[in-house]
């Protein structure tokens, strides 16, 4: 499967930004897709996993409460609504897919999209 993400940019901190990650390829509704973000001098770490159905989600501590993951099957596409932001939020935001059930762990995903930049301005 190939993945797109895109709906980066600049924002305020307390604003926000929809992230978008259009699959192609595979049947997109047996993946589940995760979101990962890479800040600058930091390691990649997990932000939100949702399943093939979207009955199953996970978020990190860090963005509960202000991030909501979901998907719309029929348009291929996942999403990251997220508010509320922090100038710690500042990353760049890389959408992934693995098979049916949702995972944490960045070597559990088989397919990655290129990276979306979001900057939040204090």
């Known amino acids: 499967v190939q993945l797109q993400a895109f709906g980066g940019g600049l924002v305020q901190a307390g604003g926000s930004l929809r992230l978008s990650c259009a699959a192609s390829?595979?049947?997109?509704?047996?993946?589940?897709v995760g979101w990962f973000r890479q800040a600058p001098g930091k390691e990649r770490e997990f932000v939100a996993s949702i399943s093939w159905t979207g009955g199953d989600i996970a978020y990190a501590d860090s963005v509960k409460g202000r991030f909501t993951i979901s998907r719309v099957n029929a348009k291929n596409t996942g999403y990251l609504q997220m508010n509320s932001l922090k100038p710690e939020d500042t990353a760049v935001y890389y959408c992934?897919?693995?098979?049916?059930?949702?995972?944490?762990?960045?070597?559990?995903?088989?397919?990655w999209g290129q990276g979306t930049l979001v900057t939040v301005s204090s």
């Open positions: 390829g595979r049947t997109f509704s047996s993946y589940a």
């Open positions: 992934a897919a693995r098979r049916i059930t949702i995972a944490t762990i960045e070597s559990d995903y088989d397919y």
